[in-house]
């Protein structure tokens, strides 16, 4: 049997958000005969003033509830606040050669900057992606912008657990 690792970005809009989730858990459903999945949930607070869940509990709530949930392992990270710190999360959590699949699940759009990301974060990384289709009107422009900032990004984030 397959041990695969489902690493699911998290996304502090709703309707993004919930389309990550339906795409990892419909591949996770079609897998799960052949294989175990450990899932990393990765998402904070990105708006305190706003929320009090995070990210990865609102994933949690949700994932657990699909049909083979309880033959699933979870791993939550309510710290990262963005594809950078998830990524660096995932790296000081876990040893990613004990999985015999790794799956990164997002949005098509933040596809590009998100492997650049993990590309920096976890060189040499094997990753294969999952790529849910929802979007909103101006998700490619801002994805446009803030790929810009890939390297500053992934600095920043270092620097903010080196200090933890």
Not at 4 to 17: E, R
Request: net charge negative; hydrophobic share 45%; with cysteine.
């Amino acid at each position: 049997m397959q041990l695969l690792l489902f690493i699911l970005l998290g996304c502090n809009v709703p309707a993004l958000l919930d389309g990550r989730i339906k795409k990892a858990v419909d591949y996770a459903n079609a897998t799960t005969n052949v294989t175990q999945v450990d899932w990393f949930l990765s998402g904070g607070i990105k708006n305190p003033a706003e929320d009090t869940v995070t990210e990865a509990e609102k994933m949690m709530r949700v994932i657990s509830s699909a049909k083979n949930a309880t033959a699933w392992s979870f791993i939550r990270d309510d710290v990262a606040t963005n594809t950078a710190e998830n990524f660096i999360m995932v790296q000081n959590t876990l040893d990613l050669s004990n999985y015999d699949g790794v799956y990164v699940i997002t949005s098509d759009f933040h596809h590009e900057r998100a492997k650049k990301i993990a590309d920096k974060v976890i060189a040499g990384n094997e990753f294969k992606w999952l790529l849910a289709p929802e979007e909103l009107h101006d998700s490619r422009y801002w994805e446009r912008v803030h790929i810009r900032n890939v390297d500053a990004d992934v600095n920043k984030a270092t620097r903010k657990f080196q200090m933890s």
